[in-house]
C-alpha cells in the first residue's frame, strides 16, 4: 500500500513466530501492515480525526488502553486481553508516525531501543554475568542503568528525582517509598509501619476536630502514603490490592442493589439497615463462592 505522508516509515521487522504457518503472515507481516495502516489514516486524504491528533492529544487515550489492559488482566479475560494489547501497541505505532513525520525517529528506532536495552540489562542471560535471583536481577539492572546515564553524561540527580510525577499518586508514593527504602531511609520491620499507621490516625483524628480542611487532607494523605509502605513491607502490590478492592465493591453494590429491585424497591426507598443487611448477604455470598 501507498502512502503520500510526508515522512511515512515503512518498517520490515525480522519477527520469528512460535509456530511456522507457511499460509499465514509473519508476525513481523502483521507488525508492519499496522505501520502501514497508521502512516495511511494520518496521509493527506487519510482520516480527519487521525490528522487532527497531536502528541498531547493522544496521551489521556495511552492511559486509558493501558488501564483496558489491566481490567482485562483481572477479569482474566483473554480475548479482551489480546484485543486491549492490540490497542496498545496502536498507541505506541500512532506516537511514532508523528515523530517520524516530524523527521524526529521512526518506529524502528523505537524497537532497536528496546531490542539493544533488553539485551544490555541482561548480561547474565546475554552475556557473561551471573544473577540468580530476582533480586540480583534487579539490582544489577539499575546499576546498568545509572552506568547508561553517567555515559550519556547525565548529571547525578537526587535518588527521588527519577520517580516520575505524572503518574497516579499511589504508584508514585509506592515508587518514592521504595526508592528511599533502597538508601536505608526505612523502618526496621513492618511493626514500625503498622505503629506509625495508628499514629498518623490519632493525628486525623485530631485534625477532624481541631484544625482545617487543608490540615485533614495533609493528614490523610500521610496515612495513605504509610499504608502504602505497609503494602511494601508485606510484598503487596498496593495499585493492584486497591483495584481488587474496588472490584469487591462494585460486586457487592451491585448485589445491594438487585436486591432491591427483588424487593420491587430502590435507594430511595430503604433504609441503611436494610442496605447493610443485603450488603452482608453478598459478602456472605463472596465467602460460599470461594469455598466452591
Not at 11 to 19: G, I, R
Not at 93 to 113: C, G, H, K, N, P
Not at 195 to 217: C, F, G, Q
Not at 264 to 274: M, N, P, S
Request: glycine share 6%.
Amino acid at each position: 500500500m501507498e502512502s503520500t505522508a510526508p515522512a511515512a516509515v515503512y518498517v520490515t521487522l525480522n519477527f520469528s513466530p512460535m509456530q511456522e504457518d507457511p499460509g499465514r503472515p509473519s508476525v513481523g507481516a502483521k507488525f508492519e501492515r499496522l505501520v502501514e495502516i497508521m502512516a495511511r489514516l494520518r496521509a493527506e486524504g487519510g482520516c480527519p480525526w487521525d490528522r487532527q491528533q497531536t502528541f498531547d492529544s493522544i496521551k489521556p487515550y495511552t492511559l486509558e488502553e493501558a488501564y483496558e489492559v489491566l481490567d482485562a488482566i483481572d477479569r482474566r479475560d483473554w480475548r479482551a486481553l489480546a484485543e486491549e494489547l492490540g490497542d496498545l501497541i496502536l498507541q505506541a505505532v500512532f506516537y511514532a508516525q508523528m515523530a517520524a513525520e516530524e523527521r524526529r525517529f521512526t518506529i524502528a528506532d523505537s524497537l532497536d531501543a528496546i531490542n539493544a536495552k533488553l539485551v544490555r540489562r541482561h548480561p547474565h542471560v546475554f552475556g557473561d554475568g551471573t544473577a540468580k535471583t530476582a533480586e540480583q536481577v534487579l539490582a544489577r539492572w539499575n546499576e546498568i542503568k545509572e552506568e547508561e546515564k553517567r555515559d550519556r553524561g547525565e548529571e547525578k540527580k537526587g535518588l527521588l528525582e527519577s520517580v516520575l510525577r505524572n503518574q497516579s499518586a499511589l504508584m508514585e508514593a509506592a515508587h518514592l517509598s521504595k526508592k528511599a527504602a533502597s538508601a536505608g531511609f526505612d523502618w526496621p520491620n513492618i511493626n514500625g509501619v503498622i505503629e506509625k499507621m495508628r499514629e498518623e490516625i490519632a493525628e486525623l483524628e485530631t485534625a477532624r476536630e481541631h484544625d482545617s480542611r487543608e490540615k485533614i487532607e495533609e493528614e490523610i494523605g500521610d496515612l495513605l502514603f504509610t499504608a502504602v509502605n505497609a503494602a511494601r513491607f508485606l510484598g503487596v502490590d498496593p495499585e493492584q490490592a486497591l483495584r481488587r478492592t474496588n472490584a469487591k465493591f462494585r460486586a457487592r453494590f451491585a448485589e445491594v442493589e438487585n436486591g432491591l429491585a427483588a424487593r420491587g424497591r430502590d435507594f430511595r426507598q430503604t433504609t441503611l439497615e436494610e442496605m447493610e443487611e443485603l450488603w452482608q448477604q453478598a459478602k456472605a455470598k463472596e465467602g460460599l463462592q470461594s469455598a466452591d
